[in-house]
């Protein structure tokens, strides 16, 4: 009895140190991992480090470190796939949170897009329960949007940014417009890098070359900035607000995108002109204030 007693407790040691083993020893080791989600259109199979993980849409738990993900495209649809170039970049997976990719694949690769986004500790001071939202863009100087309202050009980032899902756009003239939802957590940083794929149809759908003032909408439409003619030596009394997509035009405080917006005039409108300044116009409102507007959408009236 005393040596099947003894027997027993022998199995239950062996028991509680392989218990504590799994989870302090491969389990800690699991916790410093992060997960990999890829999507792509159309599907395709995913090489991580050259080697075959599975097909789009896939998740895969990886440890911490920077890897190098081909897509291959094999559509169901054969005469898709066979339209669309395959994509290899290098993405950083950070432990414990997610990195999604999603790309678009096309005929050509300048036509193809796709954001990569990550998740990590904000290095910068932050506001209790506030994150961060840091945008890039291939190619730069593209017009973020979040939640509908214009908030720079990127390469640029935002702190204090309240916790949950937030939308985010960017839009470059000749190029598709990209949205999609980011997690914002307090303490961290929400990393959304954005590859912008050139628009083909973009001569058809435009063919006038008419402009759309960045405006607090996200959900323009992808028009192009025209050349302007050369400015007459004699100076106008007054111009008129040409037609709009959005169907008036925004005065803003400084002559720039980020100027504050302090009025809006209507289409066919005239205003005393006062002066011009790198495509914007400065206008005398009817209330006796002065604001800019783009000269791409007013006219002289001599």
């Known amino acids: 009895m005393r040596k099947k007693l003894l027997f027993l407790l022998v199995l239950a040691l062996i028991a509680t140190i392989g218990f504590f083993v799994h989870v302090y020893v491969f389990g800690g080791a699991n916790k410093k991992n992060g997960n990999l989600v890829v999507y792509s259109s159309p599907d395709g199979t995913v090489f991580i480090n050259s080697k075959a993980e599975g097909r789009t849409p896939l998740s895969v738990e990886l440890a911490a470190g920077t890897y190098t993900i081909k897509i291959i495209p094999n559509s169901l649809n054969p005469a898709r796939a066979e339209s669309a170039v395959p994509w290899e970049g290098k993405v950083q997976v950070f432990e414990k949170t997610d990195t999604y990719v999603r790309r678009e694949l096309e005929s050509t690769e300048n036509e193809s897009g796709g954001e990569i986004v990550t998740l990590q500790k904000s290095q910068n001071i932050l506001e209790k329960g506030k994150g961060e939202i840091a945008v890039k863009t291939t190619p730069g100087e593209a017009i973020i949007s979040i939640d509908g309202q214009d908030m720079g050009v990127s390469p640029d980032s935002f702190l204090n940014v309240s916790s949950g899902v937030h939308d985010l756009s960017v839009y470059s003239s000749r190029f598709k417009r990209r949205s999609l939802q980011v997690q914002v957590v307090a303490g961290h940083v929400t990393t959304a890098e954005f590859a912008l794929g050139v628009d083909p149809d973009f001569e058809k759908k435009y063919p ?95």
């Open 208 to 302: 006038f070359g008419t402009l759309v003032e960045a405006s607090s909408s996200a959900t323009l439409p992808n028009v192009p900035k025209t050349t302007r003619a050369p400015t007459p030596t004699s100076v106008p009394e007054k111009v008129e607000v040409l037609d709009t997509p959005t169907g008036f035009l925004r005065v803003r405080l400084d002559p720039s995108l980020s100027g504050k917006e302090i009025s809006q005039v209507k289409p066919g409108e005239t205003y005393p002109y006062l002066s011009e300044e790198n495509g914007w116009t400065k206008i005398k409102l009817t209330d006796g204030n002065e604001g800019w507007v783009s000269s791409d959408y007013v006219k002289e009236v001599r």
